[in-house]
């Protein structure tokens, strides 16, 4: 995610964004056929024959509109993307606290027994957190586990498909072993497994987000439509406004393109690309919060490399 600046208006409009970098090619291609098109519209007496710019500006109407929607969709995505990671963060310290005020001692010498086990649970919250942020991401979680995951646990979850699931499934079976000891009172077993439920509705939704984009169909469409008329623009514009029609088009396609990209960026808010949401500085800071609450030591906090959290 990118960490916005303080920056003047001017250093915003001429610096600011990240689409042109993936536009450029085509803007400056669309930018060259309007060129080549006013050109032969004035040497070419074949090809000089005028278009009203009618069509373009319904089409235009029209197309504007469809990617306004598709943005908004786009976006919707993206927030309760972040809204989910949200939730998370909240879910994660409510754990932590019912864990170190909820779990009692029946016997003078169950104290420390457990000390180590809400120790224990925490550090599978921890581990749950970072394992979700991989799976969301497709990459790899064993290092990060080996070191987060109390001992043997990481045997136990390394081998599943969907390993946040399995430590979920560990952490409600640790807190059925706790009820067993009587380490919890009946009244509250339901309060700690909320809290599992509720984790378990975050992943869920995430998946949900993750393997459902916007309709293929939909995103082709939207890129034909796009790409047809930025090439016809000139056609239509040319009879009108004569040589500045390089230049509008160069504006009108930059504009349209631009748009185009920016939704398809931010569809899947968990990737890698720079709008995406900061889930590495989201978890991290999960751990954090969590190691100070059983008084333990904290890792750094993720910092921005020039200017993007990952």
């Given at each position: 995610m990118w960490v916005e600046r303080k920056s003047s208006w001017v250093g915003t409009v001429l610096f600011g964004g990240f689409a042109l970098p993936r536009i450029w090619r085509r803007v400056l291609a669309v930018a060259l056929i309007s060129v080549v098109v006013t050109i032969l519209h004035r040497e070419v007496d074949v090809l000089h024959y005028p278009i009203t710019p009618v069509p373009f500006t319904l089409i235009g109407l029209a197309l504007s509109i469809f990617l306004g929607f598709r943005n908004s969709a786009a976006y919707d995505r993206f927030w309760e993307g972040r809204k989910l990671w949200g939730a998370l963060v909240n879910t994660s310290r409510s754990?932590?606290?019912q864990a170190l005020t909820l779990l009692e001692p029946q016997e003078p010498g169950d104290a420390e027994e457990?000390?180590?086990f809400v120790?224990?649970?925490?550090?599978?919250?921890?581990?749950?957190?970072?394992?979700?942020?991989?799976?969301?991401r497709d990459s790899d979680p064993g290092e990060m586990l080996q070191e987060t995951l109390p001992p043997g646990e990481y045997e136990r979850v390394s081998d599943e498909d969907n390993v946040p699931l399995a430590i979920l499934q560990r952490m409600g079976e640790m807190m059925a072993l706790a009820r067993r000891r009587n380490w919890v009172h009946p009244y509250h077993v339901t309060i700690f497994e909320q809290s599992l439920v509720s984790l378990t509705?975050?992943?869920?939704?995430?998946?949900?987000?993750?393997?459902?984009?916007?309709?293929?169909?939909?995103?082709?469409?939207?890129?034909?439509?796009?790409?047809g008329y930025c090439t016809l623009l000139p056609f239509g514009?040319?009879?009108?406004?004569?040589?500045?029609t390089p230049v509008v088009v160069l504006g009108i396609s930059y504009a349209f393109f631009g748009l185009d990209a920016i939704g398809q960026e931010i569809e899947q808010p968990f990737g890698l690309d720079i709008n995406d949401l900061s889930l590495h500085a989201i978890s991290t800071n999960i751990?954090?919060?969590l190691r100070r609450l059983i008084g333990e030591e904290q890792p750094p906090p993720v910092a921005a490399q020039k200017g993007i959290l990952t």
């Open positions: 754990f932590t606290r457990i000390d180590a120790r224990r649970l925490v550090h599978m919250l921890i581990g749950y957190v970072h394992a979700l942020r991989h799976h969301l509705d975050i992943q869920g939704a995430c998946e949900r987000i993750k393997s459902t984009p916007i309709p293929y169909s939909y995103t082709v469409l939207m890129h034909r439509i796009v790409a514009l040319d009879e009108t406004i004569g040589w500045a751990e954090r919060n």
